[in-house]
């Protein structure tokens, strides 16, 4: 009987550790943790996080615009 393997996951999905915005991501968990779930006292968090990943999204599509299928 051969042993069971772990499940991979999906070469393509992002992990979010390898993300740039990990660091604003932890500081929104950490935010949420310290004031008990109140998101509202996180907003500030929320906003940052929430504009690095469009920074990031807008670099990933640039450079996919930029690629060649072909080189």
Do not use: G, V
């Not at 393997?5 to 929104?28: F, L, M």
């Not at 996180?42 to 690095?52: A, G, L, P, S, T």
């Amino acid at each position: 009987m051969e042993p069971k393997t772990a499940i991979q996951p999906y070469p393509s999905a992002a992990r979010i550790s390898d993300s740039q915005c990990y660091p604003q991501y932890s500081a929104s968990l950490k935010c949420l943790e310290q004031f008990s779930s109140d998101k509202s006292k996180c907003q500030e968090h929320f906003d940052i996080y929430k504009e690095c990943k469009k920074k990031e999204r807008e670099a990933r599509l640039e450079r996919n615009r930029t690629r060649s299928l072909f080189s």
